[in-house]
């Protein structure tokens, strides 16, 4: 009973801390990416000593395993590089809500990379989501049109991330949560160091409340928030994992009210309730054509 109940309470725990994401990039005074760099190298590093460790204690991992971790931190890299930056660009409650609209991509992937078949409340849902998510866009591209890029980005940000989950609940049949995410985390942090020289960004020269924020969200949103949804991944289908994250752009709304002074307006209120009912359409449409496959 207790082994059923912990992957739920890892995906609480997990929820919890990526939360918080978004107001860690909009205090530190430093490009998107620039955070999502040291928010991966930090807490690569804080890991090293339990990875070690693991290393001496476990099975050597299969090397033909090590793609899977490999493209897991490039797909994180692409993550974190549009949806950071998207959040110079629109409100917290808009890039973390579009952000999570990942578990439509998980299930458009499995239509047309592994052949599953989709109902019609699938494409229902799809509707309602995409109803909602342009309530959102739509209210603030009326008011700001600069926050349309914004919302664009933490779009395109999704995709990744559902990439992320999909390779990720594959890669951790093979390898231990810990040791996937310290691999994903180097891999990432080469892929963001690329990215940053390409966009010409500075590594220093920021200030100290800055630095103090890159070792919180190290911690914080990748060192708890990520290694609780590894655990939970491995343990959980993407198909689970996903919709229940839909709680992370509600929980993000509430908090931003006291922690940023963002207010959503009464169309994003219902905008965001349409797309979050939209998404859970969609996701329990596509569990339930899970369960109903035989059993290999």
Do not use: C
């Amino acid at each position: 009973m207790q082994n059923k109940i912990f992957p739920y309470v890892a995906l609480a725990i997990g929820i919890s801390a990526l939360s918080l994401s978004a107001m860690f990039v909009r205090w530190a005074e430093a490009p998107g990416p620039i955070v999502g760099f040291y928010r991966l190298l930090i807490s690569t590093i804080l890991l090293t000593p339990l990875f070690i460790r693991q290393q001496k204690q476990s099975e050597a991992i299969d090397k033909k395993y090590l793609i899977f971790p490999l493209f897991a931190g490039i797909f994180t890299a692409f993550d974190f590089a549009l949806w950071n930056s998207s959040l110079k660009f629109t409100t917290a409650a808009n890039a973390t809500l579009l952000g999570n609209t990942s578990p439509l991509w998980v299930a458009l992937f499995a239509l047309f990379i592994f052949r599953e078949k989709l109902r019609g409340v699938f494409w229902l849902g799809l509707a309602v989501a995409l109803t909602g998510a342009a309530l959102v866009m739509g209210s603030d591209f009326l008011h700001h049109p600069t926050l349309g890029l914004g919302d664009l980005m933490a779009s395109a940000a999704a995709i990744f991330y559902a990439a992320y989950q999909l390779i990720t609940q594959r890669g951790r049949r093979h390898i231990d949560p810990l040791r996937y995410m310290w691999l994903v985390g180097l891999s990432a942090t080469f892929g963001m160091f690329i990215m940053n020289i390409a966009l010409g960004n500075s590594f220093t020269g920021y200030p100290a409340q800055t630095w103090i924020i890159f070792f919180i969200t190290a911690i914080v949103s990748q060192m708890i928030g990520y290694l609780a949804i590894t655990y939970a991944l491995g343990h959980l289908p993407a198909s689970v994992v996903s919709p229940t994250l839909i709680g992370q752009p509600i929980l993000t709304t509430i908090l931003a009210i006291p922690m940023l002074g963002e207010i959503p307006n009464a169309i994003q209120w219902v905008g965001g309730a349409i797309a979050l009912a939209g998404i859970y359409i969609v996701n329990q449409s596509h569990l339930q054509a899970q369960e109903e496959l035989p059993n290999a």
